[in-house]
């Protein structure tokens, strides 16, 4: 036995040596790289737009040294007039590129365009008009002049969801201003909500926005994109680029007042400081930067970009979007960071490494307790050992980072007596009991604990049997993973895709599915459901007077009011600029419906503080449906509830009517 352990000791010093001399080289690697000079490779990144805000992280990352410290010289080009910035790209005239969601479209087309990262959550295009055009709805832009620039399906597609044929239109090139349309020399343009709707408000001129997530056509804006050919040729360039390019729009949307007078002294004063703090100002509500990190795209949400196209004649169905997304981006979709990703395998790895050893010496690694105290203690992840009691033996530095009680302080007790909350004790010692039978593999699961300071945290744990040398006794080995955070994030996410940016409100895609299965459940049981649709009077006056902040406010205040008119069971939501909807299950009758529509009229009228001493007057004209009276499904009863506020708003505004 004595031999035994010795070649056991012998090994474990022959593979920490390995180790050691393993670090010890990429370390050295490591500093040689970073001392050596780069050589820098010229790259032209082709802008969609003029200079102005819209590409702020770009000249962050330029003149803030972060592309010539990648090893990058950028000429950052602006688009011209005629020419489609992303042929620039396929064309090889620029290596990288900035585009909409119509690169799905091209990629789909045979053109090897590949998104690196997505710099707006949510798109900024819109179709613009001049308010005393007398369009107010999108099929009253049949036969008119409609100035649309290059790759902007997402309009398209908007029009063809509102039964508009892009045939039936006058389509005329893109000028790069507004210019023609404050003349009159347009009916509509498109326009990015960012920029030129401050060219008509200084111009004098009212304004109305057809915005496509109106529709739920909700799509990603500004993707940076490049092509294959460049990713297989130049990978390192490519990752160095991107990397580089996420630095600096995390510090512009940080430090905009510095980006802003960079962009004036650069590139010219094409636009107004101010022009360029409303960008910034809208912006930050389409980028999120305080929920996500810039560049940030979901898979899923690339798929369902897809499935709309698909839905509306695009793209053909169950469209794959395999080599569209860059290849670093897709691997760091899968566990949501990349980041994480790396922090957790090498904690798993460690853990594996520890519990297989246990596993195959017992006893013997029973005899090296001291050994086995220096590798568990030198872990970056929280590593425990627990007696068959549950009674905590080892507790390493990473677990009193973790829960923040000391080793001397947990060694001896119980870890069910105070690192569970009473809630979870139950479903943690299910762990413990199914690691301890099954002594052949780990046993996982996620559940809340507590820490020294009060907090809960949400942990991922991993327990592994570890035999005693009389083979009746049973510790376990256990590593806990903070994981709060990284749930915190996909809340957000999730949050984001079914919820209004602006109220946090439920969006239009949420309502529709909340009133099917509303009205599932409600003809199971024979109940009733009611819509209330509410069309804002006089907000766009609000908007034109006071300003877009103050109109912000206004819609805000309004969802926090209707919010608390009714139920936790029912839904609020908000389905366009000014437009709400109420969802009210299992109601009564039209009675209690219109009772409720009646406190939305009265809530909505009531003054609105936009800034200090200073109020906002709006009113509403509300219309009311009910299932199955005015229809059986989502759209009829819309369509009902729809019929009848116009019916308000043409008879003077502010007031209530039930469909008929």
């Not at 820098?40 to 737009?49: D, P």
């Not at 056509?217 to 360039?237: Q, V």
């Not at 139920?567 to 009210?584: H, K, N, P, Q, Y």
């Not at 003054?607 to 989502?634: K, M, N, Y």
């Amino acid at each position: 036995m004595t031999r035994t352990l010795c070649q056991s000791g012998t090994v474990l010093h022959a593979l920490w040596r390995f180790v050691v001399l393993m670090v010890a080289g990429c370390a050295l690697a490591t500093a040689l790289t970073a001392n050596a000079a780069p050589s820098q490779e010229r790259v032209t990144l082709q802008l969609k737009w003029r200079h102005q805000f819209q590409f702020a992280g770009y000249y962050a990352a330029l003149f803030k040294g972060y592309y010539w410290d990648a090893g990058l010289d950028v000429d950052i080009r602006e688009a011209q007039s005629g020419e489609d910035p992303i042929q620039q790209v396929l064309s090889g005239h620029a290596e990288y590129g900035v585009g909409t969601s119509d690169l799905l479209l091209l990629r789909q087309g045979g053109k090897p365009v590949v998104v690196l990262a997505a710099i707006f959550q949510h798109s900024p295009l819109t179709l613009l008009v001049r308010r005393e055009s007398g369009i107010r709805s999108l099929p009253d832009l049949v036969g008119k002049r409609v100035m649309i620039e290059p790759n902007s399906a997402e309009l398209f597609a908007l029009l063809k969801r509102s039964g508009v044929d892009s045939d039936a239109l006058k389509i005329a090139s893109h000028t790069f201003t507004a210019n023609d349309l404050i003349a009159g020399k347009l009916d509509a343009m498109s326009a990015y909500s960012t920029d030129e709707p401050f060219e008509l408000k200084e111009a004098g001129v009212a304004y109305d926005l057809f915005e496509p997530r109106s529709a739920g056509i909700d799509f990603y804006g500004d993707n940076l994109f490049t092509t294959e050919n460049e990713i297989r040729k130049h990978p390192d360039r490519v990752r160095a680029f991107r990397e580089a390019t996420l630095k600096g729009w995390a510090y512009a949307m940080q430090h905009q007042e510095e980006i802003i007078d960079l962009i004036l002294t650069q590139y010219g004063e094409r636009h107004s400081a101010d022009h360029l703090r409303f960008e910034a100002k809208v912006m930050e509500r389409l980028l999120q930067p305080t929920l996500v990190q810039p560049g940030y795209m979901h898979l899923a949400r690339w798929q369902h970009i897809a499935d709309t196209y698909a839905s509306l004649g695009l793209l053909p169905a169950s469209t794959s979007l395999e080599g569209f997304l860059y290849e670093d981006v897709a691997n760091a979709d899968s566990e949501r960071n990349r980041r994480w990703l790396v922090i957790t395998l090498a904690g798993l790895l460690i853990f594996a490494a520890i519990a297989g050893y246990v596993l195959r010496l017992n006893w013997r690694l029973h005899a090296s307790r001291e050994r086995q105290r220096v590798i568990v203690d030198a872990a970056p992840l929280a590593l425990f050992v627990l007696s068959d009691e549950n009674r905590i033996q080892d507790w390493n530095r990473a677990a009193e980072t973790t829960f923040g009680w000391k080793s001397d302080d947990v060694r001896g007790r119980n870890m069910l007596d105070f690192v569970p909350p009473e809630t979870e004790r139950g479903a943690l010692m299910s762990l413990l009991d199914d690691a301890r039978r099954d002594k052949s593999s780990t046993r996982s699961g996620e559940t809340w604990a507590n820490t020294a300071d009060g907090r809960r945290i949400r942990c991922e744990w991993r327990f592994a049997a570890m035999p005693s040398s009389d083979g009746r006794q049973s510790r376990l080995v256990a590593m806990a993973i903070d994981v709060t955070a990284q749930r915190e994030l996909e809340s957000r996410l999730q949050l984001m895709a079914h919820a209004d940016p602006l109220t946090g409100l439920a969006n239009r895609s949420l309502f529709y599915d909340r009133v099917e299965r509303a009205l599932s459940l409600a003809q199971r049981h024979t109940g009733h459901v009611a819509l209330i649709y509410i069309d804002l009077d006089d907000f766009k006056r609000v908007n034109d007077t006071q300003g877009h902040e103050a109109g912000d406010i206004v819609l805000r205040t309004i969802a926090m009011r209707l919010r608390r008119l009714v139920r936790e069971s029912d839904t609020v939501a908000r389905i366009g600029g000014d437009e709400f909807v109420i969802l009210l299950q299992e109601v009564g009758d039209r009675e209690a419906a219109m009772a409720v529509a009646n406190k939305a009229e009265e809530a909505i009228c009531l003054p609105i503080e936009v800034r200090p001493a200073q109020f906002a007057h709006v009113g509403g004209s509300i219309g009311v449906s009910l299932s199955p009276q005015h229809g059986t499904d989502s759209e009829a009863l819309l369509r009902s509830a729809d019929a009848a506020m116009y019916r308000i708003k043409h008879g003077g505004k502010r007031g209530v009517a039930c469909a008929s």
